[in-house]
């Protein structure tokens, strides 16, 4: 088992950048798959952007690709979340999860095992 914490999130303007980190604990670290994902309110919980175990591999949901970037360093057990110009849109609850399956459907939010508790990230106009 896993267990995942969300940090980072916060209020930020148009156009301003935030850095998401997700520590694990458990069991190791780079076996897993990991991945973001968002709900805003009122909305299902979408696909934001996927990296394999290696870190060879990422990625993203068409509506963040340019501005974000998602990282992992297995030293740390953290994965992370780099968003800039960020928009109004962007405006949700941020989860990573992980995944200790093959990756192959690293969209689908029920392929992952385990999640973390969500970090808020509110975009101001």
């Known amino acids: 088992q896993v267990q995942l914490v969300e940090s980072g999130g916060g209020l930020v303007q148009a156009g301003g950048s935030l850095r998401l980190s997700c520590a694990a604990s458990g069991r190791t670290f780079s076996s897993y798959n990991m991945g973001w994902f968002r709900q805003a309110p009122g909305k299902e919980r979408e696909f934001v952007a996927a990296i394999r175990r290696s870190g060879e591999f990422t990625y993203y949901a068409d509506s963040v690709k340019g501005r974000f970037t998602i990282s992992r360093d297995n030293a740390k057990n953290t994965v992370y979340l780099h968003m800039n110009s960020l928009r109004p849109e962007d405006t949700a609850v941020y989860f990573c999860?992980?995944?200790?399956?093959?990756?192959?459907?690293?969209?689908?939010?029920?392929?992952?095992?385990?999640w973390g508790q969500g970090t808020q990230v509110t975009v101001s106009s």
């Open positions: 999860a992980a995944d200790s399956g093959s990756g192959a459907r690293y969209y689908n939010k029920d392929h992952y095992d385990y």
